[in-house]
């Protein structure tokens, strides 16, 4: 796997529809690292080591909220 684009991406979290009293929007989260497309997932690798990528997230790509790249 090739090292994306580098992107702050907002995404809902998985669990927000797991209580109907509570607003989706308390569930968004936002994490920065690099951008890729796995499937039907947005895969954001945060960091590489010369043994390979660490801290490894995988969102549902019907999760993303917004994504905006950084140079």
């Known amino acids: 796997m090739t090292k994306g ?3 702050l991406v907002y995404w809902r979290d998985a669990s927000f529809d797991l209580n109907d ?7 968004i989260c936002q994490t920065t690292g ?4 796995e499937g039907r997932w947005l ?3 945060s960091e590489h080591t ?10 549902p790509l019907e999760n993303v909220v917004r994504r905006r790249p950084l140079s």
């Open 5 to 7: 684009s580098l992107e």
């Open 21 to 27: 009293d509570l607003d989706p929007g308390d569930f």
């Open 34 to 37: 690099w951008v890729s497309i």
């Open 43 to 45: 895969r954001i690798e």
């Open 50 to 59: 010369p043994t390979g990528p660490r801290g490894i997230t995988r969102i």
